[in-house]
């Protein structure tokens, strides 16, 4: 997708308030909030909207059951979605309600130009209603002659008057758009799914409903009070009724959308009917409708009966709102489904951002109090570290595509190629060795350099973790806006001098689930029991004494690179080694692995360290750390990563 447009207008579904946010809702809030705040940084003037949808049966229904109003229910409902949103700091500029005046007289107005136009007429309906999806299928396609093929639940035989949308005039018309615009609908595999359903002939729509009234009237001139409007025109409109379409038109000039997000379960409404919609009030289509996958609860569909639905307010209080959210972008490929689990979230807080992003700032507030006096210059950078310049600016010059093609994942995968890089050019070039040697420009343009990469990371990070990557960007002395995304992530600036402060950690490292009450419940049937615990019998017959995951989480397993390595004199055991473990410094490490490795076979390898033992003194040098090996009637071998691991990657 180019950037050649100067506006940009992100959309989400608007939520329906039957119920209240999960993670799933989330999701697609923080997703195109993403996209927002990146048009924004990249110089667009960019519209944003959310907001709910309240009308339709299912509303009224549930309104009914809890005794309340459906105005006042509906009320209830939509602040919540609002005040999470607000809670979570999402920048949308305009939160929509369908039962917003605007909004019902926008709708009216798009249903008379339809009819103005020749594309509704009226019928009787006959057929069967799935109230939970609020959709009317034909009888071949129920399961057993009665359930809807969407959620499984009891469709309602529906005879009614009511007002059709000739959407089988469209058929033609919408082929051609998908076969014109290769990324109308993203990813391109669900455009193939809707080209196939489309090609299967589509039926005309009924657009009005007779048998209750939560909904928004026909226009007066239709003459016609006892129909109100199909939900999902209601619906759809809102995202031109939100620009002023059909009142003041204030915002017309955003349309058409940038990006419409959507779950892939609602991609036929926004992919067949929408398009078709827009066609009959002559207004142009979308650039991008983007589908999500569906995130489950370890592999169940989330459901309130199942009890496992997850609040996505628990999880940012107890995980962080900025690791949340980059948690659910990098974990799974926009397009497929994703499983929500408290070890992967932790995994992703300790290794990616801790170890990776979080790590690498500290070396820089280490490197500069202890060598520099707090000062980071980048003046020499590209004097002695120009090959690293180019591969950093690589990687960036490939993000922004993706960004927008929906990879969101990769976006973030090629955005962590800069911090390797950092890390291996700390590795590599040894800011303590250059000290030692008194290659004291040399060791500042490396300080200089990470500085930098942390700087470019950050501009580019900043949509998705905006908290966080302003904590880096003040803490190097520069602002996140349109003209730093200018110089130092589309272009090759570095960092003015300045003098660092230290902060605080950014990612603290995460020993144990926080939340226990998300926890799924024990899922072993009352039939297994006895098995398992007569298993756990036998295993304390054999004498195995047993710790909780606690106790393992207390000891600190992490990857180190070897950075050099002697013989110690006068010991025919002992190898002192220096082992990079993702600090300030490498750690002195005595090991007793003589006999089996020479100082060569270690230097510039691998190995698992034990990093929270109490120091000891072995032949009067201190040893920091104790390496992981195994040893048989053959001799000793080393434990060590299968592939090369960032130095400090936790093993657990
Ligand atoms: O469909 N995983 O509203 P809705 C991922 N009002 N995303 C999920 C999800 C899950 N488990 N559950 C919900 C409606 N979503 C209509 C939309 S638009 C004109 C009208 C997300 O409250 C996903 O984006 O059922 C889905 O499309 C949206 O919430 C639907 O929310």
């Given at each position: 997708?180019?950037?050649?447009?100067?506006?940009?207008?992100?959309?989400?579904?608007?939520?329906?308030?039957?119920?209240?946010?999960?993670?799933?809702?989330?999701?697609?809030?923080?997703?195109?909030?993403?996209?927002?705040r990146?048009?924004r940084l990249s110089g667009?003037?960019?519209?944003?909207?959310?907001?709910?949808?309240?009308?339709?049966?299912?509303?009224?229904?549930?309104?009914?059951?809890?005794?309340?109003?459906?105005?006042?229910?509906?009320?209830?409902?939509?602040?919540?979605?609002?005040?999470?949103?607000?809670?979570?700091?999402?920048?949308?500029?305009?939160?929509?309600?369908?039962?917003?005046?605007?909004?019902?007289?926008?709708?009216?107005?798009?249903?008379?130009?339809?009819?103005?136009?020749?594309?509704?007429?009226?019928?009787?309906?006959?057929?069967?209603?799935?109230?939970?999806?609020?959709?009317?299928?034909?009888?071949?396609?129920?399961?057993?002659?009665?359930?809807?093929?969407?959620?499984?639940?009891?469709?309602?035989?529906?005879?009614?008057?009511?007002?059709?949308?000739?959407?089988?005039?469209?058929?033609?018309?919408?082929?051609?758009?998908?076969?014109?615009?290769?990324?109308?609908?993203?990813?391109?595999?669900?455009?193939?799914?809707?080209?196939?359903?489309?090609?299967?002939?589509?039926?005309?729509?009924?657009?009005?409903?007779?048998?209750?009234?939560?909904?928004?009237?026909?226009?007066?001139?239709?003459?016609?009070?006892?129909?109100?409007?199909?939900?999902?025109?209601?619906?759809?409109?809102?995202?031109?009724?939100?620009?002023?379409?059909?009142?003041?038109?204030?915002?017309?000039?955003?349309?058409?959308?940038?990006?419409?997000?959507?779950?892939?379960?609602?991609?036929?409404?926004?992919?067949?009917?929408?398009?078709?919609?827009?066609?009959?009030?002559?207004?142009?289509?979308?650039?991008?409708?983007?589908?999500?996958?569906?995130?489950?609860?370890?592999?169940?569909?989330?459901?309130?009966?199942?009890?496992?639905?997850?609040?996505?307010?628990?999880?940012?209080?107890?995980?962080?709102?900025?690791?949340?959210?980059?948690?659910?972008?990098?974990?799974?490929?926009?397009?497929?489904?994703?499983?929500?689990?408290?070890?992967?979230?932790?995994?992703?807080?300790?290794?990616?951002?801790?170890?990776?992003?979080?790590?690498?700032?500290?070396?820089?507030?280490?490197?500069?109090?202890?060598?520099?006096?707090?000062?980071?210059?980048?003046?020499?950078?590209?004097?002695?570290?120009?090959?690293?310049?180019?591969?950093?600016?690589?990687?960036?010059?490939?993000?922004?595509?993706?960004?927008?093609?929906?990879?969101?994942?990769?976006?973030?995968?090629?955005?962590?190629?800069?911090?390797?890089?950092?890390?291996?050019?700390?590795?590599?070039?040894?800011?303590?060795?250059?000290?030692?040697?008194?290659?004291?420009?040399?060791?500042?343009?490396?300080?200089?350099?990470?500085?930098?990469?942390?700087?470019?990371?950050?501009v580019?990070?900043y949509?998705?973790?905006?908290?966080?990557?302003t904590?880096?960007s003040?803490?190097?002395?520069f602002s996140i806006d349109n003209e730093n995304w200018t110089k130092l992530a589309?272009?090759?600036?570095?960092?003015?001098?300045?003098?660092?402060?230290?902060?605080?950690?950014?990612?603290?490292?995460?020993?144990?689930?926080?939340?226990?009450?998300?926890?799924?419940?024990?899922?072993?049937?009352?039939?297994?029991?006895?098995?398992?615990?007569?298993?756990?019998?036998?295993?304390?017959?054999?004498?195995?004494?047993?710790?909780?995951?606690?106790?393992?989480?207390?000891?600190?397993?992490?990857?180190?690179?070897?950075?050099?390595?002697?013989?110690?004199?006068?010991?025919?055991?002992?190898?002192?080694?220096?082992?990079?473990?993702?600090?300030?410094?490498?750690?002195?490490?005595?090991?007793?692995?003589?006999?089996?490795?020479?100082?060569?076979?270690?230097?510039?390898?691998?190995?698992?360290?034990?990093?929270?033992?109490?120091?000891?003194?072995?032949?009067?040098?201190?040893?920091?750390?104790?390496?992981?090996?195994?040893?048989?009637?053959?001799?000793?071998?080393?434990?060590?990563?299968?592939?090369?691991?960032?130095?400090?990657?936790?093993?657990?």
């Amino acid at each position: 997708m180019s950037n050649s447009c100067e506006k940009a207008y992100i959309t989400t579904p608007i939520y329906y308030v039957n119920d209240i946010a999960h993670i799933g809702h989330a999701y697609t809030t923080i997703i195109a909030d993403t996209l927002a705040r990146y048009s924004r940084l990249s110089g667009l003037e960019t519209f944003f909207l959310t907001g709910t949808d309240e009308h339709g049966q299912k509303i009224e229904e549930a309104a009914k059951k809890r005794g309340e109003s459906t105005q006042a229910y509906a009320d209830k409902i939509s602040a919540t979605f609002k005040d999470l949103w607000d809670d979570f700091d999402i920048s949308y500029d305009k939160f929509i309600r369908t039962t917003d005046e605007d909004h019902m007289k926008g709708v009216q107005k798009a249903f008379s130009t339809m009819h103005k136009n020749g594309d509704i007429y009226k019928d009787t309906y006959k057929g069967h209603y799935c109230i939970s999806c609020e959709t009317f299928f034909p009888s071949i396609q129920l399961v057993d002659d009665e359930f809807c093929p969407e959620c499984g639940k009891s469709t309602t035989i529906v005879e009614e008057e009511s007002y059709f949308f000739k959407l089988s005039a469209y058929e033609d018309k919408l082929l051609k758009w998908y076969d014109e615009n290769p990324d109308c609908i993203l990813p391109r595999s669900k455009r193939n799914e809707v080209i196939r359903f489309v090609e299967g002939g589509l039926q005309d729509l009924s657009i009005t409903r007779t048998s209750f009234d939560w909904g928004v009237k026909l226009p007066a001139d239709m003459n016609d009070p006892k129909h109100v409007m199909y939900v999902w025109l209601d619906a759809l409109m809102n995202y031109v009724t939100a620009l002023g379409y059909g009142t003041d038109d204030a915002n017309m000039d955003f349309w058409p959308a940038r990006v419409q997000l959507i779950g892939k379960d609602i991609l036929r409404f926004h992919a067949i009917y929408w398009p078709a919609f827009l066609m009959s009030l002559g207004l142009p289509l979308p650039k991008h409708i983007a589908a999500h996958g569906w995130w489950t609860r370890d592999g169940e569909k989330m459901s309130k009966s199942k009890g496992n639905v997850v609040n996505p307010k628990e999880v940012a209080d107890a995980y962080g709102l900025d690791n949340f959210r980059y948690f659910m972008l990098r974990e799974v490929p926009f397009g497929g489904d994703g499983d929500f689990s408290q070890k992967a979230l932790i995994d992703r807080i300790n290794s990616d951002l801790g170890n990776d992003l979080g790590n690498l700032l500290n070396r820089v507030i280490g490197m500069s109090g202890k060598y520099f006096d707090g000062k980071v210059d980048s003046s020499q950078v590209a004097k002695y570290y120009q090959a690293e310049l180019d591969e950093v600016h690589a990687s960036l010059n490939k993000l922004e595509p993706l960004l927008f093609e929906m990879q969101i994942h990769r976006y973030l995968e090629e955005l962590w190629r800069p911090l390797t890089v950092a890390n291996k050019a700390i590795d590599m070039y040894q800011p303590w060795t250059l000290m030692k040697e008194g290659k004291e420009e040399e060791a500042m343009a490396l300080n200089g350099l990470i500085a930098a990469i942390l700087a470019k990371v950050s501009v580019m990070l900043y949509p998705v973790m905006p908290e966080v990557c302003t904590k880096i960007s003040n803490a190097l002395h520069f602002s996140i806006d349109n003209e730093n995304w200018t110089k130092l992530a589309k272009g090759t600036e570095l960092l003015a001098p300045f003098t660092l402060e230290k902060i605080d950690p950014l990612f603290p490292r995460i020993e144990e689930p926080l939340l226990t009450q998300i926890e799924p419940e024990d899922k072993v049937s009352k039939e297994d029991e006895p098995k398992i615990e007569k298993k756990k019998d036998l295993k304390e017959i054999e004498g195995i004494a047993y710790i909780g995951i606690d106790q393992f989480f207390q000891t600190s397993l992490k990857v180190g690179t070897v950075v050099q390595a002697e013989e110690v004199p006068k010991s025919k055991k002992l190898l002192l080694l220096q082992v990079d473990v993702g600090e300030d410094e490498p750690r002195q490490v005595v090991a007793g692995i003589k006999e089996w490795y020479s100082a060569d076979d270690m230097l510039n390898t691998q190995v698992c360290v034990v990093a929270n033992l109490k120091p000891a003194k072995l032949m009067g040098l201190v040893s920091q750390g104790m390496l992981l090996a195994a040893k048989d009637e053959n001799g000793l071998c080393m434990i060590r990563p299968e592939k090369p691991k960032t130095a400090g990657t936790p093993i657990g």
